[in-house]
Nanobody
Framework: QVQLVESGGGLVQPGGSLRLSCAASRIIFRTHDMSWYRQAPGKERELVAFIGKDGSTIYADSVKGRFTISRDNAKDTVFLQMNSLKPEDTAVYYC??????WGQGTQVTVSS
């Protein structure tokens, strides 16, 4: 069974940056598409960024130009670099593998 463990969340001021990490195990990581989702209180879970096994990327319009998804296949890890953070980015961020497996989530709070 796939295991995904997120880290890197926390409290940051508006305009600040955070880097999320998601370490995968029990899969052949390089052969799987990976994504980051987020869920704010009272809202549905939404796709933030996707990276294919070929390195192709897709971003939600709300984060384009501010967030960057990347992967390190040697370390079985996917990253989400978040810059110019806004209060509306506050949410629990989840790592997803191939649309099936989920991590436990990491809280990101953007507040002054």
């Amino acid at each position: 069974q796939v295991q995904l463990v997120e880290s890197g969340g926390g409290l940051v001021q508006p305009g600040g940056s955070l880097r999320l990490s998601c370490a995968a195990s029990r899969i052949i990581f390089r052969t799987h598409d990976m994504s980051w989702y987020r869920q704010a209180p009272g809202k549905e879970r939404e796709l933030v960024a996707f990276i294919g096994k070929d390195g192709s990327t897709i971003y939600a319009d709300s984060v384009k130009g501010r967030f960057t998804i990347s992967r390190d296949n040697a370390k079985d890890t996917v990253f989400l670099q978040m810059n110019s953070l806004k209060p509306e980015d506050t949410a629990v961020y989840y790592c997803n593998c191939a649309g099936v497996a989920w991590g436990q989530g990491t809280q990101v709070t953007v507040s002054s």
